[in-house]
């Protein structure tokens, strides 16, 4: 029996140069934004499917304490990273945390494992999965 293929990694690219999203965070959380984006990209890295659910209350206390933020601190910061376009909107607004560009990023990754992209997940009802995406009622 073969092995599972991974869907996480051990290691994602960082850009030395930052683009308008840490420009931002920065500018409204001071290093605590800073830190708070990048704990969070390790977080989606090492979650299978690289997205994360925080309608379960203790995954997002979770979240809160791997970023060192108060609930309201966290939520801020997440709500302004949704309206900076870094994560998906229409799933934050369900309390999901998906970035297509972090796992854009990645591609190279799944390329060499020969293995297809983690790719959005979207709700049938209530029930979060990760098939097929369909552009009706993500």
């Known amino acids: 029996m073969a092995r599972p293929k991974k869907k996480i990694v051990d ?16 500018q409204e959380f001071g290093n605590d934004g800073y830190a708070f984006w990048f704990k969070l990209l390790e977080l989606l890295g090492s979650t299978d499917g690289h997205f994360f659910d925080c309608r379960n209350v203790s995954e997002f206390k979770f979240l809160q304490a791997k970023t060192k933020t108060s609930q309201d601190s966290a939520s801020r910061m997440l709500d302004l990273l949704r309206d900076l376009g870094a994560i998906d909107s229409v799933l934050w607004d369900k309390k999901v945390i998906w970035s297509q560009n972090f796992v854009d990023g990645l591609s190279t990754v799944y390329s060499n494992r020969k293995v297809e992209m983690p790719v959005k997940p979207s709700f049938y009802g209530q029930k979060l999965t990760t098939a097929a995406v ?4 993500n």
């Open 134 to 137: 369909s552009t009706a009622d």
């Open 11 to 26: 290691y994602f690219p960082h850009q030395c140069v930052s683009g308008k999203t840490m420009f931002v965070l920065e």
